[in-house]
């Protein structure tokens, strides 16, 4: 899985910084949206020409101030530092987006100077140039840079508000992929989805019971003993079955003309195998093509033991197929390649839509998906949902209007030509604009030489300004009226038409003429010198013909391949005979004249080159003399010879880069001869190797195959451990609030690594020490699935508590939910900063997706409950996807959270009340504050409890309080709460209305310090409150049945309020006879322990009897022993002390 970087929106640049700059306005012009760099210098000195000739009128300073940020770009008057800016006199001169600004020029001859180019709309094919001055010229380069910046910051503002409005505007919806079939046409019949549908049932049905024949075959061979090994190969990689039968379609539509009878072929899939062509399909590109030219369908069903479910997306102008289990977009259509939606009929839960994909032959062909969805009333929102995107990308495409320009455009005319001129003198200019003007039409030459003289420039840069001007507002004119080309077989005749007719006869006679003279001439010399090369050749040497001729040829190929592809379409095969005449005679038809208008340019420099060429290699191969043997050459080839002019050749592969567009590939050199030497002398012939040698030649290469496979699989193994690294850094990304220290850590370390932990009881106040002095948070989700462990350890026995199914998380994720709408809302607003879930559906958001749908298939009471995503989301943060689905049962069936996310929300209401009760009991001024301004915890409380405080709190806060959770249970959220409301009481009670204390605690509150919170995780650990809350809750039973009798109500009231009561008692009684069954357990445990006790007792009492006696025996064996001493002692006659002996 890749991982997923986050990038926070820090601009160098603020939106709401403003840079004024000082500066002169010298002009305006409206010009034309296509005009380009090359045009605007003449743009700007109009603009300074018309400027000073209005100045002369009026001696007007049109000094303003420049107004530049990424909101806007302003200018204003300048009034100065003597008067005061008025806004009543002083408005804007213009106010546009800096993204309108399309380019920027700065003067190089007058450095003072710059402009910019404004696009006022997309849809208007006007611009306007505003021309400045700046009295410090060493600030024009700020100033640009400046306009620039904001310009991009704009953009990007921009492209980030679409991209959410994209998020937002996109409707997400879970779906079943059935599978996908071609068909013959881009339109169908209503019951193509039913047809399809049953062609699925059909080949999963052929499928298995080809499996089926296939084990029992390979089961016959077994107990026969005999093995086929080629029967094998054949039944793994061919049809199974009959051919016959294989080619016969299973079912024909002839009522339904828009899809073609099915052709089944029988694949071996293996889950590798499965996975890597799940929507590619499996079928190899020469099936493919014989199903399609046989005229038959590819009809491929999903696995059903995959997982098939997908995220069905539909954004502004595209579909989007995400697999929530790949964590990857399986498939993505434009609205453009989608030509047909449908739902099924008799299959009313089904769906699907016809599309357009490229085949592997260069052409296209027409794919059926087909989906499967909950109920129908889904099918319904998905195909009106696609109704209306479909709409809106209609309208949106209509009103762009994309910005058309072709090579006959006016004012790419005027483009090529003022970048022909840009950087030459005045005289070579005029001289360039005087050949310009000679394309133009009598009148339109008149024109403006009339208008030129009236203004009598002074010199020629003036005289050129003046006529690239009145050039500008004629292609404009012309720029209106223009069709471009490839507009249809009307607008080119048309285009035609008016070229012959702005042309005058004398100047394209005259043109034509020129051009055919040249092209004669250059064509005649290379084809004459090329006729009398080869008539030369025949005498000439094998050594001569392979240098010269391979050498002529390799340089030409690449030049010439692609001009000979365009004229083997229009000209016809003609004989060598005939070519050799039109060589001689010069006879060109007007087809060659209209391809060879351009060929002269690039023959005639090589014709000087090409003899001396000639000379040199006749001159040096003249001694040498040998037979030249040529290969036969196709038609085409010799056309290439015939035209081909010869350069200095090599044999590299580059030669032949151009050639595949001539249809086969050509041998090495058409004029190469067939000799058994080579230009250097004889080619030594290579032996034929030994089958020996060809085995090791094989062996090596298999070996090699072997090792670039294995270090594949070592590059992907550490690509994977190193994404998966860095996913582990970016969920971990929030502020620790207790730093472990190193002996905590080496602690938990210790009792992690223990083997056999999750069988062997810890010390509970040793854990509850560890816990108290912290957590590391690499090790926080290990951690917690360790108390886990240790709770289940505990609780060995059977609990009366409502167990879950035991369902495989993998066979969940398979199935549809029908709280899938709920599910994708709350994606984007569980931990929307955390860079791990921001990413719209990206992987955090589509694991947190399936861990929820997966609880709610599995939890048919609950279902999904607003506040989950919160708590499945903090668990996703440290541990695996499964792990955390594995946690999040945990916590709702064994720690008993799931009561509270019940429909009837019952429990809630329990937990609001003993809330109420504690801060009563605890801060009885604080309660009295509330209650005075109506302030009940379900105002402020009931997201703490619902999402573990985990939507308005830090994430290294909601940590400790979730390591809490998992040693302690549930009251701990009672504990937080009560301990965070009396920390701040007196924050609190200076606030006197309810909006301020309400806003106090949900956003104030929640921002507390480091000291506080580890303040508040200290205060928790020493609260004990599990004996108040018990007394709370029955008394909450206690009080609403005291609220039923007392109140005085209807009859009806009073049965529905019975009802209401009696079915909260039943509930209670489940609630309590849960209890009870863990109290009798608890009992039976506690008795089969005593009779362990008692058993044990009765061994040690016998122990200690057996032990009394052997104390005894040993105590009167040593009473005989001293007895004998004594008596030793007393008969020994000496005096003295008895010398001991070895036998003593």
């Avoid at 793994?236 to 016959?244: A, M």
């Avoid at 730093?739 to 106040?765: A, N, Y």
């Amino acid at each position: 899985m890749e991982p997923i970087t986050f990038t926070a929106k820090k601009y160098a640049f603020p939106s709401e910084i403003s840079i004024d700059f000082s500066l002169q306005l010298v002009g305006s012009l409206s010009v034309h949206s296509l005009t380009t760099m090359p045009m605007l210098p003449w743009v700007v000195a109009e603009v300074r020409r018309l400027s000073m000739q209005s100045s002369k009128k009026e001696t007007v300073v049109n000094q303003i101030r420049l107004c530049v940020s990424p909101a806007c770009l302003k200018c204003e008057p300048d009034p100065g530092k003597s008067q005061q800016w008025d806004p009543l006199i002083c408005s804007s001169i213009f106010e546009y987006k800096p993204q309108q600004v399309h380019k920027l020029i700065h003067n190089s001859h007058d450095p003072s100077y710059f402009a910019c180019l404004i696009k006022e709309d997309a849809a208007s094919q006007q611009s306007i140039c505003y021309v400045f001055k700046a009295d410090d010229q060493t600030k024009v380069p700020e100033i640009i840079s400046s306009i620039r910046q904001a310009g991009k910051i704009a953009r990007q503002e921009e492209f980030h508000s679409q991209s959410e409005f994209d998020d937002t505007f996109a409707k997400k919806f879970e779906v079943l992929f059935c599978g996908r079939v071609t068909v013959a046409h881009k339109k169908a019949p209503p019951a193509l989805i039913d047809e399809c549908i049953e062609k699925f049932n059909h080949v999963s049905c052929s499928r298995k019971a080809e499996l089926d024949l296939l084990s029992q075959n390979s089961e016959a061979l077994n107990t026969m003993g005999g093995f086929s090994l080629t029967d094998k190969f054949r039944s793994v990689f061919q049809p199974g079955g009959n051919v016959e039968q294989d080619r016969k379609p299973i079912r024909k539509s002839f009522s339904q003309p828009g899809l073609r009878s099915l052709a089944f072929r029988k694949e071996f899939q293996d889950t590798g195998h499965r996975s890597s062509s799940f929507f590619g399909g499996s079928f190899e590109e020469n099936d493919i093509q014989s199903h399609l030219i046989s005229g038959h369908n590819i009809v491929q069903p999903t696995d059903i033991e995959e997982n098939r479910t997908m995220l069905f997306t539909i954004g502004q102008s595209e579909v989007y197929l995400i697999s929530p289990d790949t964590k990857k977009i399986a498939l993505e259509k434009n609205f453009k390649e989608i030509s047909f939606c449908s739902q099924g009929i008799r299959h009313v839960d089904h769906f699907g839509f016809i599309c357009r994909e490229s085949s592997e032959n260069g052409g296209f062909h027409f794919v059926c998906y087909v989906f499967q969805c909950t109920n129908e009333a889904l099918v319904d929102e998905i195909m009106m949902t696609l109704k209306q995107a479909f709409t809106v990308a209609a309208v949106q495409q209509t009103s762009k209007v994309p910005v058309q320009q072709c090579e006959g455009c006016p004012m790419q005319c005027l483009h090529k030509l003022c970048e022909r001129i840009e950087g030459m003198s005045s005289s070579k200019t005029k001289l360039e604009l005087q050949k310009h003007l000679t394309t133009l039409n009598n009148q339109e030459q008149a024109t403006i030489f009339e208008e030129v003289q009236k203004i009598r420039p002074r010199n020629e840069q003036k005289e050129n300004e003046l006529v690239i001007s009145f050039l500008r507002c004629l292609y404009e004119e012309k720029q209106k009226d223009h069709i471009h080309i490839g507009e249809g077989k009307q607008a080119s005749q048309i285009s035609a038409e008016t070229i012959r007719n702005e042309l005058p006869t004398s100047a394209t006679r005259f043109r034509l003429d020129m051009l055919k003279s040249k092209a004669k001439r250059s064509l005649t010399e290379s084809l004459e010198s090329i006729l009398s090369r080869g008539s030369k050749a025949r005498g000439l040497p094998e050594h001569s013909g392979s240098a010269d001729l391979d050498s002529s040829m390799s340089s030409t190929l690449s030049n010439t391949s692609k001009e000979l592809s365009v004229c083997e379409k229009e000209t016809p095969p003609l004989p060598e005979g005939s070519f050799r005449h039109l060589g001689s005679s010069v006879d060109l038809s007007s087809d060659s004249e209209s391809h060879l208008t351009e060929e002269p340019a690039q023959l005639s420099p090589r014709q000087e080159f090409r003899r001396d060429f000639e000379s040199k290699t006749h001159h040096h191969d003249s001694n040498i003399e040998s037979p030249l043997k040529t290969r036969r050459h196709s038609w085409r080839q010799q056309i290439f010879l015939r035209v081909a002019t010869p350069q200095k050749g090599c044999d590299s592969p580059s030669r032949y880069e151009d050639y595949s567009e001539l249809g086969d590939l050509p041998p090495r050199s058409p004029l190469e001869p067939v000799c058994e030497d080579g230009p250097f002398g004889p080619v030594i012939e290579e032996k034929k190797r030994t089958s020996r040698e060809l085995r090791e030649l094989w062996k090596k290469a298999i070996l090699q195959q072997i090792l670039l496979l294995r270090m594949e699989k070592e590059n992907q193994k550490l690509q994977a451990s190193e994404n998966d690294l860095l996913n582990k850094r970016l969920k971990l990304d929030y502020e620790e609030i207790t730093p472990c220290l190193k002996d905590v850590t080496s602690v938990w370390e210790k009792m992690l690594s223990t083997p056999g932990r999750s069988k062997i009881k810890f010390d509970m106040e040793k854990m509850h020490s560890a816990v108290g002095q912290g957590v590391p948070r690499h090790h926080r989700g290990e951690i917690w699935k360790f108390l886990a462990e240790q709770y289940h350890l505990k609780h060995q026995f059977p609990s009366g508590k409502q167990q879950p199914k035991d369902i495989p998380y993998k066979e969940l994720l398979k199935q549809l939910t029908s709280h899938q709408h709920s599910i994708l809302i709350d994606l984007g607003r569980t931990f929307p900063t955390h860079p791990y879930f921001s990413a719209q559906l990206g992987a955090g958001q589509l694991s947190l997706y399936n861990i929820l749908k997966a609880y709610s298939l599995l939890d048919q009471e609950v279902g999904y409950c607003q506040g989950l995503s919160f708590v499945a989301g903090v668990l996703l943060l440290h541990m695996s996807e499964e792990d955390a689905f594995k946690m999040l049962k945990f916590l709702m069936f064994d720690m008993g959270l799931r009561k509270q996310y019940r429909p009837d929300m019952i429990i809630l209401q329990i937990q609001m009340y003993q809330l109420s009760r504690l801060l009563h009991d605890y801060h009885r001024d604080l309660y009295s504050h509330l209650e005075e301004h109506e302030i009940g915890p379900s105002l402020y409380a009931a997201p703490w409890f619902l999402t573990m405080f985990a939507s308005q709190f830090p994430l290294g806060f909601v940590a400790r309080v979730f390591d809490m959770i998992f040693l302690q249970g549930s009251e701990v959220i009672f504990k937080v709460a009560l301990s965070l409301l009396g920390s701040h009481k007196p924050l609190i009670l200076q606030h006197e209305n309810l909006e301020t204390i309400v806003d106090f605690i949900k956003n104030t509150l929640p921002n507390l310090g480091l000291v506080q919170m580890e303040k508040t995780i200290n205060q928790v650990f020493e609260m004990d409150i599990s004996k108040q809350l018990q007394a709370y809750e029955v008394e909450y039973h206690v009080l609403q049945d005291e609220l039923i009798d007392s109140s005085p109500l209807s009859d009806n009231q009073r049965m529905d309020k019975l009802e209401k009561t009696n079915s909260s008692l039943r509930k209670q009684n489940l609630d309590l006879l849960e209890e009870l069954q863990v109290a009798n357990g608890k009992i039976q445990s506690l008795e089969a322990t005593i009779e362990i006790l008692m058993a044990n007792e009765n061994k040690l009492k016998q122990t200690a009897l057996a032990l009394e006696l052997e104390r005894s025996a040993l105590l009167q064996t040593v009473e005989e022993l001293q007895k004998k001493a004594a008596e030793l002692g007393s008969g020994d006659p000496a005096p003295g002390k008895p010398e001991l002996t070895e036998d003593d």
